[in-house]
């Protein structure tokens, strides 16, 4: 298995898995063009995307998905509540393109099992995903509020894990944004911030094989990469969590491709 995100942040999202036969993307949240160019770069050819996955329909993880869809016939999977949401976004897609599937589902594409699972946001129906491919997963939950145990329970046991450190809580509170959107942003309903996503890696690591964590969706406004990198840090090493021993922790760039990971 092969997990790449291509971008990752408050300015679009989209997320590249494959495995011996199946190859999605999670999201599509930046210009088309752009997607193109992120895929070529790792040398993955987009007409051979055998679906995208969306995980709810705010405009920095849906921007590129119907230009991708018609460009290259590519069926994209949603939950109802996410189609109506996103259906005057996206222009007009295929009939066949359009994917329905329920909430917590499984579906198969290929030798992949993409299963979803729900996440508290400001959104109509918003989800994270596991897939899965001979025995080895991965996980992508971003875009929360709050941690909760149906994140914990779908995570846990992925090898590799996409978890969202979106802003520094001081950055953010004394920072720019209006207040109803700093309030949103801090809700339960909002975004994870550094510090409890540090707090989220120290409650899904069992001791087992070391993990490798990804930070990701990071604001632009309210976070910097050191200060989210240092910060769910720190709350590692408060909690005897060793960076390179018991997990192995990289940050997801807002503007290339990054962590490629090969998974055997
Ligand atoms: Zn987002
Ligand atoms: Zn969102």
């Known amino acids: 298995m092969i997990f790449c995100s291509l971008y990752s942040g408050s300015s679009g999202n989209s997320i590249f898995v494959r495995s011996d036969s199946g190859k ?22 987009p007409s051979e995307i055998d679906g995208i996955f969306i995980t709810h329909e705010h405009s920095d993880h849906i921007k590129g998905i119907g230009v991708l869809s018609r460009k290259y016939n ?19 897609i295929k009939e066949e393109n359009i994917r329905i599937i329920d909430k917590r589902s499984t579906i198969e594409v290929k030798d992949l099992e993409v299963k ?16 899965r491919s001979k025995g080895k997963s991965v996980s992508v939950a971003t875009d929360f509020g709050t941690f909760t145990e149906e994140i914990k329970e779908n995570i846990k046991d992925s090898e590799v894990i996409l978890l969202e450190s979106n802003h520094d809580i001081q950055m953010l509170k004394y920072g720019p ?30 001791g087992d094989e070391p993990k490798k964590i990804i930070l990701g969706h990071l604001s632009n406004t309210n976070n910097h990469p050191d200060l989210a990198f240092q910060t769910v840090l720190n709350v590692l090493n408060d909690n005897n969590i060793k960076d390179g021993r018991d997990v192995y922790l990289t ?8 962590s490629y990971i090969e998974l055997k």
Not at 25 to 33: F, N, Q, R, V
Not at 251 to 258: C, F, G, I, T, V
């Open 251 to 258: 940050l997801a760039d807002r503007h290339k491709p990054s």
């Open 24 to 45: 999605v993307l999670i999201d599509a949240g930046l210009p088309g063009k752009k997607i193109d160019s992120a895929l070529s770069e790792i040398g993955q050819n």
């Open 116 to 131: 979803c699972f729900n996440i508290p946001h400001d959104a109509a129906g918003p989800m994270g995903y596991t897939i």
């Open 177 to 206: 944004y209006p207040y109803p959107l700093k309030r949103r942003i801090l809700s339960e309903i909002g975004h994870l911030s550094n510090e409890d996503c540090g707090k989220a890696i120290v409650d899904i690591l069992t």
């Open 74 to 92: 590519i069926p994209i999977y949603a939950n109802e509540a996410t189609w109506n949401a996103m259906e005057n976004q996206v222009g007009k």
